[in-house]
């Protein structure tokens, strides 16, 4: 009696690891935690999108069902917080696992889509989507476009527009539509053609103080300043004080701060030098430096762009 064999039948397989590795997927995401302090989980989300986009490619690879993913997205929170920055990493990660054919960003708002007069309006959207075409197309302040009390207000035919756009060229195109959580809400409750055809929506969070700390200390490095220690008490100080003032906008606020901080710390330099300046003195902002802002004398009241 011969003995029955079973043979194993070799099952196609691909290798997930080497795909993540040779895709740059990898190298964007490190860009991500490189340039972006904090913003955990958004990071952590953009590390799942890419995830499911690299298995949906192997699945393709496989010979599984696919479809074409939707990709449109939302990004919610406060201005400041990287949502531009997120934006433009996704646009280089979809380019990298062949979801668009260009990689580039066109980040706009109303103006850049909405006309005054009739028969503006179409032509100055379609020719926004035209450079947008095989990327992404970032819409900042995307409530904008929608002014019911407005009766000559012409941002519905944007709106109309692109809703086909995204509908029907969802291939070639990723929309990201940005704003505040609350007003992107009632944005949607308006229109729900956006929220259906939007399927990954990505909340930013304010950033903590000390987040807020490291953010400056890194971009006063990108320009060869550094804080001394009593400075970086001070900057503490202004970070906590600044949160509670009009106007806020998280990493924006920071920048500006640090301008202004510049600005001072040359005019002081001008001042009181009278002999040769080090190379160390160039790049030491001082406490007095970023102490001279107003909002410590005016708590109340948010910082004038030349104070």
């Known amino acids: 009696m011969i003995a029955a064999q079973t043979v194993a039948t070799a099952q196609p397989s691909v290798d997930l690891a080497a795909d993540f590795r040779e895709s740059g997927v990898a190298e964007i995401l490190a860009e991500l935690d490189r340039d972006l302090i904090g913003l ?6 953009i590390r799942e999108t890419a995830a499911l986009l690299l298995v949906d ?3 393709s690879r496989l010979g599984l069902s696919t479809q074409t993913p939707t990709l449109h997205m939302s990004f919610t929170g406060n201005p400041g917080t990287g949502k531009t920055t997120v934006a433009l990493r996704m646009a280089s990660l979809l380019h990298r696992l062949g979801y668009v054919r260009k990689g580039h960003l066109v980040s706009v708002t109303r103006d850049d889509l909405v006309g005054q007069y009739i028969g503006h309006t179409a032509p100055k959207t379609k020719e926004v989507l035209k450079k947008a075409m095989g990327g992404v197309l970032f819409i900042d302040e995307a409530y904008y476009l929608y002014r019911p009390d407005n009766e000559r207000d012409y941002g519905q035919e ?22 505040y959580a609350d007003r992107m809400e009632r944005f949607y409750q308006s229109n729900p053609g956006f929220r259906s055809r939007i399927a990954h929506h990505i909340d930013f969070p304010d950033y903590e103080d000390a987040e807020l700390l490291s953010i ?8 060869n300043y550094v804080l ?51 190379a160390q003195d160039m790049s030491t902002i001082r406490a007095d430096d970023i102490r001279a802002s107003r ?3 005016t708590p109340t009241a948010a910082e004038g762009p030349t104070t």
């Open 57 to 59: 490619r192997a699945r």
């Open 216 to 223: 400056a200390q890194t971009m006063l490095a990108k320009q």
């Open 158 to 179: 944007a709106i109309e527009i692109l809703l086909q756009v995204m509908e029907n060229q969802r291939d070639d195109l990723v929309v990201i539509l940005a704003g």
């Open 295 to 297: 909002v410590f004398s």
């Open 40 to 45: 955990k989980p958004v990071k952590q989300r």
């Open 228 to 278: 001394d220690e009593e400075a970086t008490g001070v900057m503490a100080a202004y970070i906590c004080a600044r949160r509670t003032q009009p106007h806020f906008a998280n990493a924006r606020s920071i920048r500006n701060a640090l301008d202004r901080a510049r600005l001072r710390h040359a005019n002081r330099l001008f001042e009181t030098s009278v002999g040769p300046v080090t």
